[in-house]
């Protein structure tokens, strides 16, 4: 039976995601809303876009039987014979739905949850490691995606898992962050300034006035189609 990657990824991740935004609504500030609809929106979009790229990865064989929830909270170090050793653990039952995905998946998750927990670094030597032992294989423009979507099911996990408390919510959000930057392909820490629409001279002179006081990067709204 053939591989139908729009409908596996759509049940994957944007159904859950609908709901999540259902009910997530009413603590979101106008700006987290914004950025998990444009998340969203770009997930959509990829997929729609991208069928033959991920029938590709099937044959070629990068989609498989992966873990399904690589994050930190499911490794375990230990020092066996003077070898030290890790284990991996808390696998998802459903293996054809929450687990079999792109390999590009685990590696997505398990950046993100370390950056999240402000391992950014060691997030960096785990993914310079994958890029060179999958060569050909670490396709960057799959892997992006896989890090929207991984950046936007964690923040279902903390929502899930943890509940509405600050701490929570600052994880949750910081994962919504992280989605819409790359989404919008901007590398490292930004800033975001949203000002209201009006003469494109003002928003110009808003710009240059940040840019002398943080290095940052201009974003077209109406090319990316955030509102």
């Known amino acids: 039976m053939p591989f139908n990657t729009s409908f596996f990824y759509q049940k994957k991740y944007i159904q859950d995601l609908i709901s999540f935004r259902n009910t997530v609504g009413s603590?979101?500030?106008?700006?987290?809303?914004?950025?998990l609809s444009e998340s969203m929106a770009f997930l959509s979009r990829y997929i729609s876009n991208n069928e033959d790229v991920f029938l590709k990865r099937a044959r070629d064989g990068w989609i498989m039987d992966t873990h399904g929830d690589l994050r930190s909270v499911n490794i375990m170090f230990s020092s066996e014979n003077e070898e030290r050793m890790f284990r991996l653990f808390n696998r998802p039952d459903n293996a054809d739905y929450q687990r079999v995905d792109d390999i590009l998946s685990d590696l997505a998750s398990l950046v993100v949850?370390?950056?999240?927990?402000?391992?950014?670094?060691?997030?960096?030597?785990?993914?310079?490691?994958y890029q060179h032992k999958l060569g050909e294989g670490f396709?960057?423009?799959?892997?992006?995606?896989?890090?929207?979507?991984?950046?936007?099911?964690q923040a279902m996990l903390y929502f899930k898992n943890e509940g509405t408390d600050t701490e929570a919510l600052q994880k949750l959000n910081q994962c919504l962050a992280s989605a819409f930057r790359y989404a919008a392909g901007i590398e490292g820490q930004f800033l975001v300034v949203l000002v209201e629409r009006g003469p494109e001279k003002y928003s110009t002179q808003v710009a240059d006035a940040l840019n002398e006081l943080i290095p940052s990067r201009v974003i077209n709204v109406e090319q990316f189609n955030c509102f």
Request: no cysteine.
């Open 27 to 35: 603590y979101l500030d106008p700006y987290s809303e914004i950025v």
């Open 113 to 129: 949850d370390l950056k999240v927990h402000n391992l950014g670094a060691a997030a960096d030597r785990i993914e310079n490691m």
């Open 139 to 153: 396709d960057r423009s799959v892997y992006r995606f896989h890090l929207v979507a991984q950046s936007l099911r």
